[in-house]
Nanobody, 119 residues
Framework: EAQLVESGGGLVQAGGSLRLSCRAS????????IGWFRQAPGREREGLSC????????YYEDSVKGRFTISSDDAKNTMYLRMDSLKPEDTAVYYC????????????WGQGTQVTVSS
């Protein structure tokens, strides 16, 4: 069974850093694009970043550009989201996801991990 399991969330002060991890089982990232999303209370889920395995291209949403970095370690079948200069408005549940390269939608999702940034 294909699964994504996240870890690394927690409580951090504004200006601090966290690194989220997302380990895949039952499939590899070889032919998949990976992404990170978040959902804050009362708000819709938003896409933050994605990384394509086909050409290594990356995308960052404007509010996290320059602060967040997406990466993957194929040997560990794990993706990461490094988050620096965190702000209180970054507080949300963060989700990792994967989709076959070229697919329109992400079809594999992690369970979510809470990130809380205190002011």
């Amino acid at each position: 069974e294909a699964q994504l399991v996240e870890s690394g969330g927690g409580l951090v002060q504004a200006g601090g850093s966290l690194r989220l991890s997302c380990r895949a089982s039952g499939f590899t990232f070889d032919d998949y694009a990976i992404g990170w999303f978040r959902q804050a209370p009362g708000r819709e889920r938003e896409g933050l970043s994605c990384l394509s395995s086909s050409d290594g291209s990356t995308y960052y949403e404007d509010s996290v550009k320059g602060r967040f970095t997406i990466s993957s370690d194929d040997a560990k079948n794990t993706m990461y989201l490094r988050m620096d200069s965190l702000k209180p408005e970054d507080t949300a549940v963060y989700y990792c996801a994967a989709k076959p390269n070229g697919a329109a939608t992400f079809d594999r999702w992690g369970q979510g991990t809470q990130v809380t940034v205190s002011s």
